[in-house]
């Protein structure tokens, strides 16, 4: 079975056929779902999935590029959720310095404080940084992000850089830009980071793999992200799944199956 660690199956690219969708990834080996919230709207719809389907988890948060909306309420609705059994990451949270909005400091604020919540609630979170490697590492050493743990979703830094979090004890949330033809860094950190410490996401709607690039992404393709780790790492699929699947529930702390 494949754990798909990071969906947005409440966006509206799947409002024509998400339940014919979802109740089709049993069948095709994805056997866990993690759907991420991005903003109090999706963190809603995400509570409501995980509501509807045993095998969609969620995360609470918002995202840098939505944390113009943030108020400190949110903050206190946030950590509610974060007690339901379902809720099992806090997220995505981080920096997007590619989309410069809101301004910097508005989403470095949000993202401190949200880290913060992970750490009072005692659950990992999920970080989103683009384009902005420095500071989202700075902050992370600064706030002691390691005794909080989770994964960089959507990894795409350099092989230093991936040092860093693997120091921290973080997982490393690969995707469809690992079938990417130019994808070179992020197929030399695969080649690098210890397969313990890797974790498989679509990020569906977005970035669907190689034959499908521009495409609508679902979980559907992710037997063609573990193809393309046990090609890099030079071993079997089926242990790229299965060590992917028990990373899965490590990271968020899911034991039961
Ligand atoms: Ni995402």
Redesign the pocket.
């Known amino acids: 079975m494949i754990f798909d660690t ?1 969906t ?1 199956y409440d966006n509206a690219a799947f409002d024509e056929d998400r339940d014919e969708l979802l109740m089709s990834l049993l069948a095709a080996g994805i056997g866990k779902v993690v759907n ?1 919230g ?1 903003s109090i709207e999706s963190t809603k719809r995400t509570v409501k999935l995980t509501e509807e389907y045993p095998f969609i988890y969620g995360a609470a948060g918002v ?1 840098p590029s939505e944390s113009g909306e943030m108020a400190e309420e949110d903050l206190l609705w946030l950590e509610e959720l974060t007690r339901r059994e379902k809720v099992v990451a806090v997220g ?1 949270i981080g920096l997007d310095y590619y989309w410069k909005e809101p301004e910097i400091s508005i989403q470095k604020h949000w993202f401190v404080r949200q880290l913060d919540l992970a750490r009072r609630t005692k659950i990992p979170v999920i970080i ?1 940084s683009r384009d902005a490697a420095k500071d989202t590492l700075d902050i992370m050493k600064a706030e002691k992000a390691g005794d909080v743990g989770g994964v960089i ?2 990894f795409s830094y350099s092989r230093e850089i991936a040092r860093e979090y693997l120091n921290m004890g973080f997982f490393l949330g690969i995707g469809g830009v690992s079938t990417f033809q130019n994808a070179r860094h992020l197929k030399e950190v695969i080649a690098y980071a210890p397969l313990e410490r890797l974790v498989l996401e679509t ?1 569906c709607p ?1 970035l669907a793999p190689v034959p499908y690039r521009g495409k609508r992404n679902s979980s559907l393709y992710l037997p063609l992200i573990v193809r393309a780790v046990a090609e890099i790492k030079g071993i079997e699929p089926e242990h790229v799944e299965r060590q992917t699947w028990e990373n899965g529930e490590h990271l968020f702390e899911i034991h039961q199956s």
């Open positions: 990071h947005h991420v991005a995202h995505e989103h979703h959507c990020d977005y």
